[in-house]
């Protein structure tokens, strides 16, 4: 198995990360009112990773990320990048489990689960991150920046360029801002073709 950042720490391999996501009771919560837990959909050896907050009821339903109407925009603007849920990408969550009536995951909820998302991208090594929306965003990067101080420049998780953009959740309430959302794809995918000149 590959090395995480942290030295001395062994990455699980995908069967076991895999099983420990499928049987995790870590949020007492989460563990009992969800329907499945949803690892995350795709290519496992993907330059693209595609990161947003939480599964919803349809999520939770199915056991696979973006599967609702947001996910069909989210497949959507893969689309646009030459992308498809095979090939290319994977879709992950901060959160594996639906927090009830889809409310903000807790701190302590994401910190939790914080292990299972770097098992994945320590074994993808992606070269780019696009997170969807301000709370994926603030997760992944530890901050509080709003999202409008966070899009449109490069940022950086473990080594890996991060671009964040608007949860397709919000461009169907807000259409016009699908023009900036496809700004910061054209950027992610700038630092892609960047990263894969080195
Ligand atoms: N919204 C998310 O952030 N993730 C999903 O998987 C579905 C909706």
Redesign the pocket.
């Known amino acids: 198995p590959r090395q995480a950042d942290a030295p001395g720490d062994r990455v699980p391999d995908w069967e076991t990360l895999s099983r420990q996501v499928e049987t995790c009771t870590r949020c007492a919560e989460l563990a009992s009112s969800r329907t499945r837990t949803?690892f995350g959909v795709g290519d496992r050896q993907a330059p693209w990773l595609f990161i947003?907050?939480?599964?919803?009821a349809e999520?939770d339903r199915r056991g696979e990320?973006?599967v609702?109407r947001?996910?069909k925009l989210l497949d959507s603007m893969l689309a646009a990048l030459g992308l498809t849920r095979g090939e290319g990408v994977y879709i992950a969550?901060i959160l594996k489990c639906r927090p009830p009536g889809n409310r903000d995951p807790k701190p302590e909820e994401a910190d939790a689960c914080r292990a299972f998302l770097d098992g994945q991208v320590a074994l993808i090594r992606p070269r780019v991150i696009v997170a969807?929306?301000r709370i994926?965003a603030q997760n992944l990067l530890a901050t509080d920046a709003a999202l409008g101080a966070l899009r449109g420049q490069p940022l950086n998780y473990q080594g890996i360029p991060v671009v964040v953009t608007y949860?397709p959740?919000y461009l169907l309430r807000k259409p016009l801002d699908k023009r900036k959302a496809w700004d910061d794809l054209c950027l992610a995918r700038r630092l892609m073709t960047r990263a894969a000149d080195q």
């Open positions: 949803v947003g907050e939480a599964p919803g999520e990320p973006f609702g947001a996910g969550n969807l929306g994926a949860h959740a």
